[in-house]
């Protein structure tokens, strides 16, 4: 996928992660989160969090219009949908990470519910908007995780169970791009040359 090659030089680790499960090797993707989020990964991989944001912008601003309210990918989400999840779950699983690494996790806290689509008929402007706040809700958590990366975090999540505080933070990385293939196979639907991703890499 060129626009997974056009990303990876400004998150190589976290396209690396994701590699396991574009081909296939799901067992594989465990063992590379906690290779590559151990102590004092925090810094570089919110750097490689931001390349991706900045990928997820990137094709929001040029999608045409008619592409967001084409369903596709995950529950036929439409981009609104699919931006809107992937910006809650990016900045909840690092605050959980961040929480922990603070002590502040709560007891009652549940386990992750997965397919909870974001906001449907947000536009263009709104979801860049989502995506931008969700960094910054990233940013200030992986400053309470740094230093804390390989402490436990509580939380629950049913497909990949408990992970470091660290690597809450690179997870929500490698969930980001399972999304980004997803609106890059919306885009390809309007147009080859998008779902590419020509100009959307970081």
């Known amino acids: 996928?060129?626009?997974?090659?056009?990303?990876?030089?400004?998150?190589?680790?976290?396209?690396?992660?994701?590699?396991?499960?574009?081909?296939?090797?799901?067992?594989?993707?465990?063992?590379?989160?906690?290779?590559?989020?151990?102590?004092?990964?925090?810094?570089?991989v919110v750097i490689e969090l931001g390349a991706i944001a900045e990928a997820l912008t990137a094709l929001v601003r040029v999608l045409p219009d008619g592409a967001f309210s084409a369903p596709g990918g995950e529950g036929d989400w439409n981009v609104a949908e699919a931006i809107g999840h992937t910006a809650d779950s990016r900045a909840g699983l690092s605050m959980a990470g961040a929480l922990a690494a603070t002590g502040r996790f709560p007891a009652d806290a549940p386990a992750v519910v997965q397919g909870i689509p974001g906001e449907r008929g947000l536009g263009r402007e709104a979801l860049a908007r989502r995506?931008?706040?969700?960094?910054?809700?990233?940013?200030?958590?992986?400053?309470?995780?740094?230093?804390?990366?390989?402490?436990?975090?509580?939380?629950?999540?049913?497909?990949?169970?408990?992970?470091?505080?660290?690597?809450?933070?690179?997870?929500?990385?490698?969930?980001?791009?399972?999304?980004?293939?997803?609106?890059?196979?919306?885009a390809a639907t309007f147009s080859p040359s998008l779902g590419e991703g020509p100009g959307t890499g970081a």
């Not at 998150?11 to 004092?40: K, Q, S």
């Open 1 to 44: 996928m060129r626009w997974l090659d056009d990303l990876e030089p400004g998150a190589p680790d976290v396209v690396a992660a994701y590699r396991g499960i574009e081909e296939g090797r799901f067992l594989t993707v465990r063992r590379e989160v906690r290779r590559r989020a151990g102590p004092g990964t925090a810094e570089p």
């Open 131 to 186: 995506i931008a706040v969700s960094q910054r809700v990233v940013e200030r958590a992986a400053r309470s995780i740094a230093g804390h990366e390989a402490d436990p975090c509580p939380l629950v999540h049913p497909q990949v169970g408990r992970l470091r505080c660290g690597e809450w933070l690179f997870f929500a990385g490698v969930h980001d791009l399972m999304h980004l293939e997803q609106l890059h196979g919306i």
